[in-house]
């Protein structure tokens, strides 16, 4: 059974520096997302990039945040320049279509650690 | 602001007994529910949706617009259902159907 993918596993950097994480969702998915989790709290959304564009994002997607769709197969969420507060786990999702009852298929995360 | 609340972050039962986890939405229209799971060291996972209507792995949610709330409930629960539980909804405001989550509540299950 297809599933999201998501590279690395675990990821430590020091504060200031930049860092992508990457994805790969289902082939024939259309809809693309991030959400995080502090450990802790709960999972928010980040932002949903659909047609190689945001189609939304939440006050948490800043500008030291982007997303992009380099080729035809990854989904990266990059981070300009980490800060402590950015420690968290960060969950790619995808979704064939668009409909608000659609199932949602999550990667296992990215464990990012910011020193 | 559309929020989900889970009141209860531990939820522990022995076998076999019933299992009531508890989710309140506020949101002053026709939002779309959901129960995620997350059985350990497994990924997120759809458990169910409130416009199915079905039951997967005996649990079942019913949407109470009145109380606002979307419990999820099993009468008889087993080992293999401890794992963190994650009400979420999505809405009609103009989003891309991205999620709403509680905080989930984690269920143990004793033997």
């Known amino acids: 059974e297809p599933e999201v993918t998501q590279t690395p596993s675990h990821q430590v950097t020091q504060m200031g520096q930049e860092v992508i994480l990457r994805c790969v969702p289902i082939s024939n998915h259309l809809y693309f997302y991030w959400y995080r989790q502090i450990l802790g709290q709960k999972v928010e959304f980040l932002v949903s990039?659909?047609?190689?564009?945001?189609?939304?994002k939440s006050e948490i997607f800043d500008d030291q945040f982007s997303v992009e769709r380099p080729d035809g197969s990854n989904f990266t969420l990059k981070i300009r320049s980490t800060k402590l507060e950015d420690s968290a786990m960060y969950f790619c999702a995808s979704t064939p279509s668009w409909s608000f009852n659609n199932e949602q298929f999550f990667g296992p995360g990215t464990r990012l650690t910011v020193l | 602001a559309q929020r989900v609340t889970q009141p209860e972050k531990l939820l522990s039962v022995f076998k076999g007994a019933p299992v009531e986890l508890k989710c309140n939405y506020s949101?002053?229209?026709?939002?779309?529910l959901f129960w995620y799971v997350q059985y350990s060291r497994q990924r997120l996972q759809l458990l169910l949706r409130h416009i199915s209507r079905e039951s997967i792995k005996g649990f079942t949610a019913d949407l109470n617009k009145g109380e606002t709330s979307f419990h999820l409930k099993k009468p008889f629960a087993q080992e293999e259902d401890s794992a963190m539980y994650y009400c979420?909804?999505?809405?009609?405001?103009?989003?891309?159907?991205?999620?709403?989550f509680g905080k989930g509540t984690k269920l143990s299950v004793k033997p």
């Open positions: 949101y002053s229209g026709s939002p779309e």
């Open positions: 979420a909804s999505t809405s009609y405001g103009g989003s891309q159907g991205n999620l709403i």
């Open positions: 990039f659909y047609n190689n564009e945001i189609s939304e």
